[in-house]
């Protein structure tokens, strides 16, 4: 009903025929507003500091479909931030967007969305100073963050749990609760170099670069299971300015299972990334995380993650991921990292609910990792905590 009152009323200010306009359209609005308040501690040179947050992704949408016949629809989604502190100022469309059809033969779209990937870590998670209270929580030390990046932007290389533009993105029916995702990125940047650009090389670092994400998922859910395998590959995404390119690759894995009141789950993540000719990167990492609905409106979430040292001969870093060697030869570790955070959840509705965590960074000798929305450490081996309140609204 206050759908069509919605539609009745756009009618009416376009002096469009508002009755018929109210029964043709398909039209729906949705969205999801988030706002974080955290006190965090961001060790020894820097100063403790509050910072606002909007973890989760504050947006509004839009999204119809229509029917063709023969069981084929055709739809569009458009999801723009809709961030309440007035800081993000993203344009239109810049979150899961996308136009497609889909029919007996799954679904086929083109747009920016969350990768294969990124859903195989079954659940968003929240990436906010209060951390990754949840059973799947997937912070920088397994899936390497969250939020919007691009073949294009390099400087993202880390983070696989990506939302990617301009994919190829097609979805398998659903058999029985598994489902295949695959998308694939185009080479779009190749041209722009092409034209000899001074300021095109500097933001690509490569004449005729075609930064490309190929990313592939099959998952399982039905009654308490649900379970995720990801691969994905990052073609030329080396370090701006390099004289050629390099490739980066991951494979991941994600599981929960629901135990009554009791959620518990779990996330695994292998990566490796090409720094130089014959050099390279690798590092697993993995969490582990509960949730515990208690009677009424009440909940209890906990959360642990843990980055193993970095591996390999590089003797470079890849953005939070330390280099494993100081020199040729000499790796001598201390490059991990461990993760923890806690929280309490209370639900006014299913729409509404707030929530307060503290969470806490723990860097071994060499490492650099920081808690949510903080700056890196200045020194390797600093420790990092946060504590603060965080509220959600759907509509």
Not at 12 to 18: E, I, Q, R, S
Not at 305 to 328: E, F, H, R
Request: aromatic share 12%.
């Amino acid at each position: 009903m206050q759908k069509k009152l919605m539609a009745i009323a756009v009618a009416g200010a376009l002096g469009a025929p508002a009755v018929a306009l109210a029964q043709a359209s398909t039209v729906q609005i949705y969205g999801n507003l988030t706002y974080e308040y955290a006190i965090v501690d961001q060790g020894a040179g820097r100063p403790t500091t509050d910072v606002a947050a909007t973890p989760g992704g504050s947006a509004i949408g839009f999204r119809g479909e229509e029917k063709l016949g023969g069981g084929l629809s055709a739809w569009f989604q458009c999801e723009s931030s809709a961030d309440v502190r007035g800081l993000d100022g993203d344009g239109f469309c810049t979150r899961n967007s996308a136009v497609g059809f889909k029919g007996a033969f799954g679904n086929l779209h083109f747009g920016v969305w969350d990768t294969p990937f990124k859903r195989a870590a079954l659940g968003p998670g929240s990436v906010g100073a209060i951390g990754e209270t949840g059973a799947l929580g997937t912070s920088f030390v397994a899936w390497g963050g969250s939020g919007f990046s691009n073949a294009i932007n390099k400087s993202n290389r880390n983070r696989w749990k990506r939302r990617e533009r301009a994919q190829t993105y097609y979805e398998s029916p659903n058999f029985g609760g598994f489902q295949v995702l695959a998308a694939f990125t185009p080479g779009n940047r190749a041209a722009a170099i092409d034209a000899g650009s001074a300021a095109a090389d500097a933001v690509d670092g490569a004449t005729n670069n075609k930064p490309r994400v190929w990313s592939l998922a099959g998952s399982y859910a039905a009654g308490p299971l649900a379970v995720g395998l990801g691969y994905e590959r990052h073609d030329e995404f080396g370090a701006t300015g390099a004289a050629s390119d390099f490739d980066d690759r991951a494979w991941g894995f994600s599981a929960s299972y629901r135990f009554g009141p009791v959620k518990v789950g779990g996330t695994y993540l292998d990566a490796k990334y090409e720094t130089g000719i014959g050099s390279e990167l690798k590092r697993k990492s993995w969490t582990l995380g509960v949730e515990w609905d208690l009677p009424g409106p009440h909940s209890l979430m906990a959360f642990y993650g843990q980055a193993d040292d970095t591996k390999g001969n590089s003797l470079v870093g890849v953005v939070d991921n330390p280099a494993p060697c100081t020199a040729v030869g000499v790796c001598p570790g201390g490059t991990g990292a461990k993760d923890f955070s806690i929280g309490y959840g209370y639900a006014f509705s299913k729409r509404t609910q707030i929530r307060v965590g503290w969470h806490r960074t723990d860097n071994e000798s060499r490492a650099f990792y920081k808690n949510g929305s903080a700056a890196a450490p200045l020194f390797g081996g600093e420790d990092q905590d946060g504590y603060g309140f965080w509220i959600s609204h759907r509509f």
